[in-house]
């Protein structure tokens, strides 16, 4: 792989393996290299051999000599090269057919629901264009992205962003499990279904992408397990957190693409970004119902907005391996650069989720407020609404006081009475 290119426009030699570049005294150079070739001259970067004026295997083969960069993965690493122009990825036949089923499948769908769809919308001044477009009853905007091959984070964030600064909410359509754009944007993951399948209507499922809230107190009676505790302990805490349809309890209905088409246009399902937890992922996007994230936000007790600036995972972090350029043509050994695979991003696994502690044991004597957030959680929880929501007369835990089929103890303070 190549990792030294020739910069045209300010006349230098860039050593990709360098954190510097070899340009101390550039401290933009990356931004200015690695940015979309549609935002920068094509000429800028050059193979180092045809500069010398030695072959160049690609000029030879009838192709370019000029390069972008890109990020590699080797052995665990992620250094940057140097590859030849065509940018792209080229779709295959069946890729190509995909993709255009499933645009005039998600416009077909709009129409069938009365909604105004437009496929092939150009954004931010013709920069971009989005494949389809559904503008929803109160004017909302969804932008349909399918993208059914390999696109870099940083295109992914960028086309994102220029389609939310000009009022469109991005939904970006993946059909493979290491997709790069899984968790970069609002995005949903289907089959890699034939394409005369897709056109011909067959069901096709949200495999990813989609999640319903799920919120718990954390008991030997609860299905679930406990999320900060080890083995099968219990905590007494309320646990809130993210699951696929297939691991809800009970399991839910699948969501399929006619329902995130119209119920992302009326506002019925909103894209909502969960920040990590400690994890190496900077954080999870995912479609929810809005009643989901209005309960989420209610027991989190915070608004988090979709990312506008890039946010970097540990697997985006680039290696520098210092060594000296290689200044032959490296082009047809491009691919042996990306010979590891991607890892897997559609993970099914829940997010890491969100822990309301239970309040301490008091006398009763004692007076305890009881927080908004707390009550949220424990009105979700406990599958009741809160005005019936109390204290136990015994240990001044949250309980359902009020209301029918209520209680003035706990389960536990109620099984330690019987006891006596």
Request: proline fraction near 8%.
């Given at each position: ?338 010979s590891d695979a991607r890892p897997l991003r559609d993970l099914a696994e829940p997010t890491g989720g969100f822990t309301l502690p239970s309040l301490p044991p008091q006398r009763p004597s004692t007076s305890t407020r009881i927080t908004p957030v707390e009550r949220a959680a424990a009105s979700a929880a406990l599958g009741c609404p809160p005005w019936e929501l109390g204290l136990?007369a015994g240990c001044t835990q949250m309980m359902r006081r009020y209301g029918p089929n209520a209680a003035m103890y706990c389960n536990v303070c109620r099984a330690t009475l019987n006891g006596r």
């Amino acid at each position: 792989m190549a990792n030294g290119v020739w910069h045209t426009g300010y006349g230098i030699e860039i050593n990709l393996s360098l954190p510097d570049l070899g340009h101390p005294n550039r401290p933009d150079l990356l931004r200015e290299i690695t940015a979309s070739v549609s935002e920068r001259d094509p000429q800028l970067l050059e193979c180092l051999a045809h500069h010398d004026k030695r072959e160049c295997l690609s000029e030879s083969d009838g192709k370019s000599p000029w390069m972008f960069i890109r990020r590699g993965r080797v052995g665990g690493r992620r250094p940057l090269v140097a590859s030849h122009l065509p940018i792209t990825h080229k779709a295959t036949p069946e890729e190509s057919a995909q993709h255009k089923a499933t645009k005039e499948r998600v416009v077909a769908t709009a129409g069938r629901y009365g909604l105004d769809a437009e496929a092939e919308v150009p954004v931010a001044n013709r920069r971009s264009v989005s494949d389809a477009v559904v503008t929803g009853p109160a004017g909302l905007r969804v932008g349909w992205e399918i993208q059914y091959h390999h696109l870099s984070p940083s295109s992914v964030h960028r086309r994102s962003v220029s389609a939310m600064e000009n009022g469109i909410t991005p939904l970006w359509v993946a059909k493979d499990r290491t997709a790069s754009l899984i968790d970069r944007a609002p995005w949903a993951r289907v089959d890699d279904m034939p394409w005369r399948d897709i056109a011909g209507g067959k069901e096709m499922v949200i495999r990813g992408g989609y999640r319903h809230l799920e919120v718990w107190k954390c008991v030997p009676s609860s299905e679930r397990h406990c999320l900060v505790s080890e083995g099968a302990g219990h905590c007494g805490a309320i646990h809130a957190d993210w699951f696929v349809p297939a691991l809800c309890l009970p399991e839910r209905k699948p969501v399929l693409i006619e329902d995130l088409v119209l119920r992302s246009a009326t506002g019925e399902s909103v894209p909502v970004y969960v920040p990590s937890r400690g994890s190496g992922r900077a954080g999870r996007h995912m479609w929810v119902s809005a009643a989901d994230r209005a309960r989420w936000e209610e027991i989190v007790d915070e608004k988090t907005p979709l990312p506008t600036t890039p946010v970097e995972e540990d697997d985006d972090v680039i290696t520098f391996a210092e060594q000296e350029i290689d200044r032959s043509c490296r082009a047809g050994e491009d691919s042996w650069s990306v010979s590891d695979a991607r890892p897997l991003r559609d993970l099914a696994e829940p997010t890491g989720g969100f822990t309301l502690p239970s309040l301490p044991p008091q006398r009763p004597s004692t007076s305890t407020r009881i927080t908004p957030v707390e009550r949220a959680a424990a009105s979700a929880a406990l599958g009741c609404p809160p005005w019936e929501l109390g204290l136990c007369a015994g240990c001044t835990q949250m309980m359902r006081r009020y209301g029918p089929n209520a209680a003035m103890y706990c389960n536990v303070c109620r099984a330690t009475l019987n006891g006596r």
